[in-house]
């Protein structure tokens, strides 16, 4: 199973004040906040970036470590964690574009959209893929402090 939430920490900013966020897993996340709440969502909002960008470069999208003390673990926003978890599915898989598509019954510039992270999928077109794939989605909800 694969999670896209990762530990960040939360430095004071005693410059300037705020919050510098950084995340071990994705060196490239790096972003700041005034408050506390404002640098846990400019976190999230880095995080998605991070994603996108690596799926841009077809680099890998590393899985999440443990968080150790002082971190606060993050979560990739849904629709940016369903199109990783697709791209990670078809890297996994060793298949390209055009096999994706064929094992759809799609054109291929629709399976190349469902693989872009700038361009919205809905939900079932996900789920479809992940299961032509061999995966899944699980929903799993936690306390916004966890």
Do not use: W
């Amino acid at each position: 199973m694969r999670q896209f939430s990762y530990p960040m920490k939360l430095m004071p900013d005693k410059a300037d004040g705020g919050y510098v966020v950084t995340c071990r897993d994705l060196p490239e996340a790096i972003t700041q906040g005034e408050t506390l709440d404002e640098a846990l969502a400019e976190a999230a909002d880095c995080l998605e970036e991070a994603i996108a960008a690596r799926i841009d470069d077809g680099r890998e999208i590393p899985a999440s470590s443990a968080a150790k003390r002082g971190e606060r673990v993050v979560s990739v926003p849904p629709s940016m964690a369903f199109k990783a978890a697709v791209y990670l599915a078809v890297r996994e898989a060793g298949i390209s574009n055009a096999e994706l598509a064929r094992r759809l019954g799609l054109d291929e510039k629709e399976a190349r959209r469902i693989l872009d992270p700038h361009h919205p999928t809905k939900l079932p077109r996900i789920e479809q893929a992940l299961a032509v794939l061999g995966r899944r989605v699980e929903l799993v909800l936690s306390d916004r402090a966890a």
